[in-house]
Structure formats: C-alpha cells, structure tokens
C-alpha cells in the first residue's frame, strides 16, 4: 500500500474551497488524518457528519498540533491573524499554503508574522474554481477538475514543499501552474477580479431603478450568464477588493478608456471602426474557446477531391479547392495587421 502524501492535514476554515479539497484528500487517500478549525461549532459538526474530518476545533492551535500541511482556507484579510496564533505550534518542516485569490497580502501577512526568513514550506496557492453556493455542504470532489490551481513560490520556498503540493492539486486533476506573486495579482485583477466588480455594479445599478422590477422580469439569458457571479459572497469579494487594491484599480481604468472608446464610436456612429472593435473581441473570444479547448484555432480541413489532369487538351466542370499557398498566407497576415476593420481570410495554409 502507497504511503499517503501526509500525515495529518489541518484547514483553517472550511467553506467551499477547503471542504472541497477535503473531499479530494479523503476520496484520494492522501492524508492519514484531516481535521478543521473554523469559528463555527456547525460547520464542525456538519463536516464530521459528512466525514470529512476527524476531529474539529474552535481553536486553531489545537488544529494545527502534529500537522504537515496546513491549509489556510480562509478570507484573505484574516491571514495575519492567524498566522500569529498558530505560529509557534506549527512543525518545523510543515507545509503552509492557502486558497485565496490574491497572493501579494498573504505573502506581507507572513512577513509580517515570520519576518523576512519565511519558512521553507510556505507555498501561497490559489485554484481557480468556484461557485455561487458557499459553505461545507456546497463542496464538491471534482470542483478543482479541469481547472488551473497557481501555486506562487517564493525564493524562501523549499522545493520539496512545492513538489508535494503539485502532486496534491494533480490529484484533485487541476492543472498546476507556478507564477510570480505580482504577476498573479495582476492576471486575476483582469480575469476574475474586474469581472466580478463589473456583475455587482450591473446589478447594483439596475436593482437601484424605479422599474426594476420589470427589469428583471424581462432580462434575458444575456443577463443572466453576465450577472451569475454577483450572487458570490460579498464578504470573501469586499475583502480581495481591498486586499488587491492596487492591481484592481488599474484594470477599473483600463477598462473605462476602453469602454470611453466604444462610447465614442457609438455616438459618431462610426460604423467600420465599430465592427472592427466588435469583429477583433469576437475573433479573441473565439480563440478563448479554442484554449480552453485545448484545439487549434486553425481546425485543419480533410481533402475531399483529388484527381490528376494528364497532358492534353481537357476540360473541367465544376468547383475546385486549391490548397492555400504559404507566401500568400504570410502576407495576408501582414495586410491585415496594418488594416483598419476586420481582415476576413479564406483558403488559409
């Protein structure tokens, strides 16, 4: 029988991500033991009934006692807190990570805790995965399936702790991608944190409307799918938007020039240059897609008609494909990155 990854794993909270993880340690046999602290006695109940842990405690020092991974799945503001209670009681070689989804607080959380010789098994982490529902009961084994977990390393962070966490977040089959603290800010302030900013504001805008009710009646699927990730938990989203405050800020900008350009072309009713905005975000959309899919863009055509023309005088009905030609290619590619409006490209080597 293989040795499981860990001894014993304790969480510092366990909503959604952390009972989900907890789930993907016990389903896989990774841990001998798991147990939480959280400062809700029926959470703890709940999660032993569910079996996802052993023992549960009110008091994070008893959690953390004899543990080899510590799972901080917590809101991000309450990072430093913590790590100043739990301190002095953690193993000398214990792994300590967490889920949140800004990384650049965590990390002046523990600088502030440990100093600047931070232990060699703090790995900040954050997968990319969730859902409207929150709480133990909202976890689910497969949450993390086919999704990016970033794991953030430190120039302090001991590679064998690395190690053991990639294995531990493969198992939960997510992919696993390393990345620099500010780089990670950076990318999730455009990709998820602006998103949610930008659904909350819709919301809070039309439910502020004398005729909101009908406003909601009426919305369509549009609104739907672009407003879902506004029934997220506004206390976990209030503080990533303190705590990534900087990175935030800068996407909120970038997006009002960009939404001040669209305004100004609908106002001059600048038709080509619109639908050469409209025509470059659906094409980037698209190629979204293809990524998520893991294909080629380009899908490679199968050769329906092949025949051979022998010398002679012959004649030809019908509508024939020529394959495209690479120099030709090449050049339509340059045309159109020096054009204006959508450059549309067919017979495409």
Known sequence: MLQPLFEKVAFIGLGLIGSSLARVIKAEHLANDIVASTRSQKTLEDAKALGLISHGYADPIEAVKGADLVVLALPVRA???????????LLENAILTDVGSTKGNV?????????????????????IAGAEHTGVHAGKVDLFANHKVILTPLPSSGQWAVEKLIQLWQASKAEVICMDVEKHDEVLAHTSHLPHLMAFNLVEQLAKREDNLDIFRYAAGGFRDFSRIAASDPQMWHDIFFANKKAILNAVDGFEAQLAIIRKLIEDEDSQALMGLLGHAQAARQHFNHMLAKKPLMEKNKVTQQFTIQPGAKTFQGKFTVPGDKSVSHRSIMFGAIAEGTTHVTGFL
């Open 79 to 89: 990072t430093q807190k913590v790590l100043e209670t739990i301190k002095p009681y």
């Open 107 to 127: 990390v002046e959380a523990a600088k502030a805790v440990f100093g600047e010789n931070l232990p060699a098994g703090f790995v900040p982490g954050h997968p």
